[in-house]
């Protein structure tokens, strides 16, 4: 599987960004004006979302199968770039720094987990991830993305004015409801491993980000932090699930000042991977 990106900005270092459930490779790109002259973006499209493929395999061969083609895009980069990842994404900007953290120079988490611990969670979150891909294809795309933007989490984008929040509805009607459907099925939470026992030991610098109206994922974040060796938590105030959209200006500067920010203790670029070999319950 190869997944198609844009790349956009002028700066000296790579950054990767990979978008949540419903977006697509433009979800950073209002950031431009804001980030563009320091770093150089590349931001593909997920498997089941925009023009990307839909995976070939289910379940956590297919999650396995999405972290392959994301690592065959960073060795197609061939240097060590920082790494931000959003809700979905951010879940596998995690995996990605366990697999191969010889590849990140710096990772920037925003409102993701490290999954969940227990075997028997993760069984019934993918069949509530099944219903919700079933009704998705029973009522169609339409249907879907109203309730979708309806939840609770999303509040803080409902606040956005109509234009932006039309730029978004746009960006999410590029996928289709058979990709999303398979992305539900393949990327969810239900379905990766639980990285909790490997967040001790990821030595890059890392910055987990969350709105604070967002209570669920700033909780996680500030237990990740606590896991996390060379970690910083920051909660925007008066921001919900997506600080990106939400809080372009101050997400931009807190990325911007982690990131080019000197750091005492760099990871050996050496390291081994930190992912399991097998499937762990």
């Given amino acids: 599987m190869t997944l198609p ?12 960004m990979l978008h949540g459930f419903t977006g697509n490779r433009t979800a950073f790109r209002h950031l431009e004006p804001l980030v563009g002259s320091r770093l150089t973006v590349v931001a593909p499209d997920l498997p089941g ?7 070939t395999k ?3 061969d297919g999650f396995e199968e999405t972290l ?3 690592e065959r895009l960073l060795d197609a980069l061939g240097a060590q770039v920082d790494l ?5 994404g951010g879940r596998l900007a995690l995996a990605l720094a366990a697999r191969a953290p010889s590849r990140i ?8 987990s ?3 611990k227990r075997s028997k969670e993760r069984a019934v979150r993918r069949e509530q991830d099944e219903a919700l891909a079933q009704t998705l294809e029973a009522q169609g795309l339409a249907a879907f993305l109203d309730r979708w933007e309806s939840l609770p989490i999303f509040g803080g984008i409902r606040r956005l004015p109509a234009e932006e929040q039309r730029q978004i509805r746009t960006r999410r009607e590029s996928s289709t409801q058979e990709g999303l459907a398979a992305a539900l099925r393949t990327l969810s939470t239900g379905v990766q491993p639980s990285y909790w026992a490997m967040l001790p030991r990821l030595r890059m610098p890392a910055l987990l980000l969350t709105g604070r109206d967002d209570e669920k994922f700033t909780e996680l974040a500030k237990r990740m932090a606590r896991e996390i060796p060379h970690a910083y938590h920051h909660a925007f ?11 372009p200006q101050e997400y931009a500067a807190e990325v911007l000042s982690f990131l080019q920010a000197p750091w005492a203790e760099e990871r050996d670029p050496a390291d081994e991977p930190l992912a399991p070999t097998a499937r762990a319950s």
Avoid: M, N
């Fill in 5 to 16: 990106f844009e790349r956009w900005g002028s700066g000296g270092q790579i950054a990767v």
């Fill in 49 to 55: 979302h925009g023009e990307a493929p839909l995976p």
């Fill in 58 to 60: 289910t379940g956590r």
């Fill in 68 to 70: 392959g083609a994301l």
């Fill in 84 to 88: 931000l990842g959003y809700s979905q």
């Fill in 105 to 112: 120079r710096r990772l920037v988490i925003e409102s993701a």
């Fill in 114 to 116: 490290p999954g969940l």
């Fill in 237 to 247: 105030e008066d921001c919900g699930h997506a600080p990106h959209v939400e809080k």
